[in-house]
């Protein structure tokens, strides 16, 4: 019983710091529970994220732009847009100076990211594995990082 | 100092609005005038809306000498990378304005290669167009694409040592009619690498205010170019080379005239701060009937810059340069502050 206890506070405690029960932390993709989207390749990721509309599995799919925590924001411009964030940022506002095109939502906290998926099947966006629950009612489709 | 606009985005329906924001101080030796035409302050206003496959926008000029709408489009998107407008903008062929517009911010040096300067300032391709145009990105094999746009609509008339292209807020300078392609490939359809070619055929109409050619009637003028975009590391290099044949129609006699200009730009970033160097030149100007228009383009010119970026999107850069024109050779020493405002 005191071993269970000891494994129960160390799963807890590796949860806290936002890794795995491995150890290792993820970034992920996710969307709503029932959302239509099913899957996400790394080419229409970067357009959602560049300002290109992009329909996947017949909705028009709306990035969020997670601002929640600077480590996660720097694995996401790396991992999946292959580019610093400072460059990130030129090249949206090149691209809206070049074609008038609208730039992804911005949001600043997980909490708030989950209750908009949770309120609309069309959202996506990136978040730490350990930053979703059961109970928040979403789906990974797609891992962005794995820590080694 | 302007505050962040509040925009909204949601998929297919937004605006964005954007400030670019600059403002520079410069010393000429010896003290040429007009040697530039460079606004001291400006702010350049970009906006744009979108309602599913319906587009708006629009860039404002306000400027220490000038306010001016530098570009309006309307237009429709048949597909999520292909726009067809109408309005005013940058015509094609001039690569530079087709990268950077107004955006002063984005260029990494305070001047603009001359071949490609703006009307006002003694450029002597025609930059704005007022008329129809679309642009479009077809993807290729292995996420490679090609880039293609293609315009036709007025094309501007030769004033005072200017080109003065149609102007919408005052009515004046619509005339004859000019053709302007680009086309690109892409080695990431979803990055800024390019190389491609140019092609322009445009009638420019004397003015009652030229004076340089009392007869000119007009000037037929075709353009091929090519140009190059690539960064590798932390190397960037931006050159374009253009060939003109110009065609005078005078009252007396026509004459015919060529000439090749382009430049090259190079970069190096290490870290926060940007070293640059750009040389242009431009091969027949001293038989050019038509650059005889134009006593102020500056034919040849050297510079150095380097540039600091801080904070979020602002920067500051120091240029200078040693030049040509039709009154001589000269020098400019610039310092400049810009930044961009969402």
Redesign the interface.
């Known amino acids: 019983m005191s071993n269970l206890r000891i494994n129960l506070f160390f799963a807890l405690l590796l949860a806290a710091t936002g890794a795995t029960a491995e150890g290792q932390r993820e970034v992920v993709l996710v969307v709503a529970a029932n959302s239509p989207i099913i899957a996400v390749s790394s080419l229409e990721l970067r357009k959602l994220y560049l300002g290109i509309p992009v329909s996947l599995d017949g909705v028009l799919v709306r990035p969020l732009r997670n601002h929640s925590d600077e480590q996660l924001q720097e694995i996401f411009f790396q991992s999946a847009m292959a580019m610093s964030e400072a460059a990130y940022e030129r090249q949206l506002l090149s691209l809206t100076l070049r074609f008038g095109r609208l730039q992804p939502e911005v949001r600043h906290s997980a909490k708030e990211l989950i209750a908009i998926l949770r309120q609309d099947n069309n959202a996506i966006t990136y978040m730490w594995r350990s930053d979703i629950s059961v109970e928040d009612g979403l789906r990974v489709v797609k891992l962005l990082w794995l820590e080694h | 100092m302007l505050s962040t606009i509040a ?1 909204s ?4 329906k ?3 609005l ?1 400030f ?1 924001g600059s403002a520079e101080a410069n010393r000429t030796d010896p003290d040429q005038l007009p040697a530039s035409n460079d606004a001291l302050a400006s702010a350049d206003i ?1 906006y ?3 309602r599913n496959r319906f ?3 629009g860039e404002l000029i306000v400027a220490t000498e000038e306010t001016e709408l530098e570009r309006f ?1 309307v237009g429709w998107l048949p597909h ?2 292909t ?1 067809l407008f109408a309005g005013r903008y940058h015509q094609p062929t001039n690569y530079w304005a ?4 107004h ?1 002063q ?2 260029q990494t040096s305070i001047t603009r290669p001359n071949i490609e300067g703006w009307e006002d300032d003694y450029g002597v391709l025609q930059t704005h167009q007022t008329g129809l145009m679309v ?1 479009s990105n077809f993807g290729l094999r292995e ?1 490679t694409g090609l880039e293609i746009a293609i315009s036709y609509g007025s094309g501007s008339e030769i004033g005072d040592g200017v080109l003065e292209p149609f102007d919408m807020l005052d009515g004046t300078g619509m005339a004859g009619a000019s053709f302007a392609a680009r086309i690109g490939f892409l080695p990431d359809i ?1 990055g ?1 690498n390019a190389v491609g070619v140019l092609f322009g055929k445009s009638e420019l109409e004397s003015s009652d205010s030229q004076v340089i050619i009392p007869d000119l009637v007009n000037v037929n003028q075709d353009v091929v170019g090519a140009f190059l975009n690539w960064t590798a590391g932390s190397w960037h290099m931006i050159s374009a080379a253009y060939h003109l044949q110009n065609k005078l129609d005078r009252e007396t006699l026509g004459t015919s005239d060529s000439f090749t200009a382009g430049y090259v730009q190079l970069e190096k970033s290490i870290s926060d701060w940007t070293l640059y160097g750009r040389w242009e030149n431009t091969a027949g100007a001293e038989e050019s009937d038509y650059l005889a228009l134009f006593p102020d383009y500056v034919v040849q010119r050297s510079l150095i810059g380097v540039r600091l ?1 801080f904070m ?2 602002h920067a500051v850069t120091l240029e200078l340069f040693d030049a040509e024109n039709g009154a001589g050779d000269f020098r400019k020493i610039a310092i400049q502050w810009s930044a ?1 405002f ?1």
């Open positions: 925009h985005a949601q998929p297919g937004g605006y964005e954007i670019f970009l744009s809306l979108t587009r708006l926008l489009q999520e990378t726009w087709s990268i950077y517009h955006g911010y984005l642009e996420n979803l800024n970026d979020k999107q961009a969402r």
